[in-house]
Structures are given as structure tokens and as C-alpha cells.
């Protein structure tokens, strides 16, 4: 059974940052891409970030190009996104999700609150 479980949230004044971690386990992490979304508020589901099986290949939205890292540690089955330079737009529950499309099996999700 996919488990993903994200941590690392919290709330920050505009310009912050925050590293975010998801511990993956019940497959074989280094097998899969792994993708982040979010969810605001009131707002459907959005893709953020991708990273490919071997931790190359990372993609971002437009929203997040530039501010925004993802990568991974396959050793340990972890999956990182490194949230800088944060935004009010950037708050909502961050969600890690097993594959590229950012629509396969995610965990419970970690707030991140951007508010002075």
C-alpha cells in the first residue's frame, strides 16, 4: 500500500521559505516520479512540481519557476520541495503524489500559511 506522508509546513511572512519533506513508503520510491501539488483555499487542486526517478528532469509551474525546488533522496525514499521568496497566492496544503501527473496517490497533505 502507497504511503506518502508530508511534513515541514508552517507559517511564513512574505519572502520567506520553508523546505517541505514527504517519506514515502509500500513501494519502490526509485521507480517513480514523484510530482507535488496544492490546493488553496476555495481552488481545485494544482500541479506545482515534477522530478524524475533518478532526480533528474525537474519541472514547474509557472506560478512557482524560479522559487521553488523540488528533488529527492532515494536512499532514504524522500521527496523535497524547497518553497523560497513565498507569497500570499502560495498559501494552501501541499500534497506529495506518486508518478508525473500530480493525479496518482498523495498523502494527508502539510499546510503552508503565507501571511505577515
Known amino acids: 500500500e502507497v504511503h506518502l506522508m508530508e511534513s515541514g509546513g508552517g507559517t511564513v511572512q512574505p519572502g520567506g521559505s520553508l523546505t517541505l519533506s514527504c517519506a514515502a513508503s509500500?513501494?519502490?520510491?526509485?521507480?517513480?516520479?514523484m510530482s507535488w501539488v496544492r490546493q488553496a483555499p476555495g481552488k481545485p487542486l494544482e500541479w506545482v512540481a515534477r522530478?524524475?526517478?533518478?532526480?533528474?528532469?525537474?519541472t514547474y509551474a509557472d506560478s512557482v519557476k524560479g522559487r521553488f525546488t523540488i528533488s529527492r533522496d532515494n536512499a532514504n525514499s524522500t521527496l523535497y520541495l524547497h518553497l523560497t521568496d513565498l507569497k500570499s497566492d502560495d498559501t494552501g496544503v501541499y500534497y506529495c503524489?506518486?508518478?508525473?501527473?500530480?493525479?496518482?496517490?498523495r498523502g494527508q497533505g502539510t499546510q503552508v500559511t503565507v501571511s505577515s
Open positions: 503524489v506518486q508518478g508525473s501527473s500530480g493525479k496518482g496517490p
Open positions: 522530478i524524475s526517478n533518478a532526480g533528474q528532469f525537474p
Open positions: 509500500g513501494f519502490t520510491f526509485v521507480a517513480y516520479w
